[in-house]
């Protein structure tokens, strides 16, 4: 199948998926998330190194009025008490993933490898973990040059010495889901829009089982056997199911308000909630920019109370909710004016409200990415490589600030995190 690439319209901002409490944690993650070793692969390189700030951000980040950064120390300890972070670091032109390995509250670099393409500031690349019968495997979608790659997780939570497997789809392969050994990929091209249906294979192989067209739908969750995901260009809210790995779309329904943009599912019992952020480029960068939530029954998106909601800040659309503190969370990305951060919407079985801002330790930066994990809050950012840690309760968001400072800082706008908590069982 003749396939295109995308150009400057790729997406900058991505969701998260709820990172679902237990063993293995997906960065939406959901927020998502073939021939051999792929191309641009250059190798990797062991690190047993303290963590250090970069001396640029530190000269700009001492001015800030905000929490100084606790390089290698997370506000709460690790749910589970150890586990593993996985950062797309993006090093240019090979993109790369950084590892640290948590105990407590404690951040370890562990290793870093070279893999897929950084592709430019317009690129998106995200992670995601795969829970496999013999062990885990991580899933990294590389907007730079087409392809999904497949790594195995070893027992020390190392990723093997090259990708076990890859899918070369073309186009802006990027947000990604991943219910059981299933992968659902959005990838933005000139020509089209499509969800793609991967499969993980034993041994964390990769098979491609379909490509489906969608409208401008760049953000994708799943509930059961359905794909949820928002059309920005129409508003719409609409669901996909899946027969035999191929997705036929079935809801398509008004959405509250223009520009829809990420999403993220709450799921208990037979009862699913889905919420949106917004695409805006509010001015001045106190927006207001929206946030809708919707119970989803299969066939119909009904409205929760008090939605829609306004947050004061400039651009939306990376988000993330918590289950256990009953949030909806969504990025401040108008870098600009030292107010970067991250607003939340207060949860309840039947509505949402408006909570607060929380502003990032690097207020001039701009989330891509957010993974909820625990009483923890990782936020990755646009530039200059900075991942930070927020603290999470259910009164809101608090003590963000610096944990890293990743090596590509500013050679590519992804930032991309999964978690997996305790040792994986490879």
Known sequence: MHRTTATADRCRRR??????????????GAWQAAP?????????????????????VSARLSSSSQ?????????RPLAGGKGFIYAEDGTSP?????????????????????????????SVHILAVVRQTSGDCLEYSSGGNGTVYSFVVLANGELSATPTDSVYLGGSPGDLAVPGTTVYVSNMTDVARTIDVLTSTPGCGLREDSMNSTGDEPTIGVIGDQVVSTDLGSGDMVAYTNHDNTLTETVKEPGQFGAPYGIAVLS??????????????????????????????????????????????????????????????????????????????QLTPSGMAYGGTALLQDGMNAPTEMTPVGAN??????????????ALATTGVSDC???????????????????????PPG
């Open 94 to 122: 090979t993109d790369g993933l950084t590892i640290f390995s948590v105990s407590g509250t404690t951040l370890t670099k562990i290793e870093q490898v070279a893999v897929g393409d950084s592709g430019g500031d317009y």
């Open 15 to 28: 969701s998260l998926r709820l990172a679902a409490a237990g063993f293995g944690l997906v960065a939406l």
């Open 377 to 390: 809050l990782l936020v990755a950012s646009e530039y200059y490589g900075d991942l930070e840690d927020c």
């Open 36 to 56: 051999s070793a792929a191309a641009g692969l250059e190798g990797r390189a062991s690190a047993g190194a303290s963590l250090q700030i970069a001396p640029a």
């Open 268 to 345: 208990s019992g037979s009862t699913a909630t889905v919420y949106t952020g917004q695409a805006t480029q509010g001015y001045p960068p106190d927006g207001p920019t929206g946030t809708q939530g919707y119970r989803f029954t299969g066939t119909h998106f009904s409205v929760l109370g008090g939605s829609p909601q306004f947050q004061p800040i400039g651009v939306g659309g990376t988000v993330a909710a918590s289950a256990s503190e009953r949030l909806f969370l969504q990025g401040n990305g108008e870098a600009c004016c030292d107010e970067t951060g991250v607003a939340w919407d």
């Open 67 to 75: 929490t100084p950064p606790r390089v290698g120390r997370l506000s």
């Open 401 to 423: 600030h610096t944990i890293a400072t990743l090596p590509g800082a500013r050679t590519s706008v992804s930032g991309s995190t999964a978690v997996i908590i305790g040792n």
